[in-house]
Structures are given as C-alpha cells and as structure tokens.
C-alpha cells in the first residue's frame, strides 16, 4: 500500500485482557518497527524485524509482549494480560533495509481499563 | 539510559514568527532526524541530517547537525497555523533502534 497502516486504530481492554494489534508495512520494505508512545512522550522502540527474523526484541518491556511477522510482511504484536501501564500508543513502522528515516503508521491507541 | 533533551518543551507564538528549538544529547550522534507529530497520526520525517555542521532546509524548514555532534537545531520561518504539532528530534541508537526526545509542542495563532 501506499503508507504504512495500522489496525485497529483505538482499543479499549479490560485489565487482563490480551490484545493484538496489526501492521501492515509499505510494500517492499524489509524493515519493520515497533514503538510505543506514551502521553506527552516521545515514542519508545519496542522491536525490530528484519523480513520474518525478529533481529531485537530488547525494547519489550515484559515477557506479556510478543511480536511476530511470520511471512515477511503483515506484523502482529499481542500484549497478554493487559495491564493499565500498558495503555499508550503503539507505533509501527517500515523501511527499506539499512534506511535509518522510516515512516510510521498512525498507531494504535491502546487504553487499558 | 541515553536521552534526547528537546527544548523548549512549548512554544506559543504569532503567525509569522520565526521559531527555534534545539536537541542535545550527552552521547555523540552520527544521524540526526527531525519528525513532526500532529495529532491521531504517527510522526512525519522532516529532515535528516548525516554530517557534523551540516545544514539542510526543506521548504521553511532549516536544520543544523552541531559540530559537537552532541545537538541539532530545528528552525521553521515564517509560522502558518498548519505547523502546529510536536516536533521531535531522533538518532539511531543500538543499531536500527530510533531514540527519541520527548518533543517541543508548537502552538501558532493566527
């Protein structure tokens, strides 16, 4: 597609609740981020794909969070257990490979209640 | 951990005006990008800069990369209402991973 799209774009869970958030990346770009974001917060790296090789998951901030792109393209990233502090945005991201300005979707607004 | 100091945190002016606000860093970047976040939307690259002292412009937008390489300098002339919005400076951090400051709120009145 022509940007990068993400869905949905608000979610509202209750405390416990595991959620999955979708990204769909810029056709041809091999390079896929996450970050979350925040209120009144720069955005914060979560994890970094590669094509379907999760080359660094070291922003992840529990073992509730787990991301995937299995086929190199569509990405999924699944917070267990959602907790409150877990409410913010969630930024994806793609580039073409060794491209340091990529482009963002518009997030997920997640709020955990 | 490494962070991004943005100032100001705020910026209320006039259409027309000019504005400035910087970046600083204590650790030494190699890249320096600047992004525009309006509301409900993901941030927007603005300009990317890849060399100490380098200056680049797009449109009435200026950037500096310091020759410290520790800061950058954003500066918008001639303010119109369709600039508000954050901005915020990034540099790649531990390879691919962007950090980010925590953004200057720009407010223009017409």
């Known amino acids: 597609g022509a940007g990068v799209s993400q869905s949905p774009r608000y979610k509202v869970a209750k405390r416990g609740q595991d959620v999955a958030l979708r990204c769909d990346p810029i056709s041809g770009h091999v390079s896929l981020f996450w970050y979350q974001q925040a209120l009144g917060q720069g955005p914060e790296f979560l994890t970094y794909?590669?094509?379907?090789?999760?080359?660094?998951k070291s922003g992840l901030p529990s073992d509730r969070f787990f991301a995937e792109r299995p086929e190199g393209s569509v990405s999924t990233l699944k917070i267990q257990r959602t907790q409150q502090e877990d409410s913010a945005v969630y930024l994806c991201a793609s580039s073409l490979q060794g491209a340091v300005g990529y482009t963002f979707g518009s997030g997920t607004r997640l709020t955990v209640v | 951990g490494q962070q991004l100091n943005q100032s100001p945190q705020s910026m209320f002016i006039q259409e027309g005006e000019d504005v400035s606000m910087n970046c600083t860093s204590s650790s030494i970047f190699n890249t320096w990008l600047w992004y525009k976040q309006d509301p409900g939307e993901g941030p927007v690259l603005l300009i990317a800069?890849?060399?100490?002292?380098e200056l680049t412009s797009n449109g009435r937008l200026t950037a500096q990369f310091g020759i410290t390489r520790k800061d950058s300098f954003l500066n918008i002339s001639a303010s119109i209402p369709s600039d508000v919005g954050i901005y915020f400076c990034?540099?790649?951090?531990?390879?691919?991973?962007?950090?980010f400051g925590k953004g200057t709120t720009l407010s223009v009145s017409s």
């Open positions: 990034a540099g790649p951090w531990a390879g691919t991973a962007l950090i």
């Open positions: 800069l890849y060399k100490a002292g």
């Open positions: 794909f590669q094509n379907e090789a999760q080359l660094d």
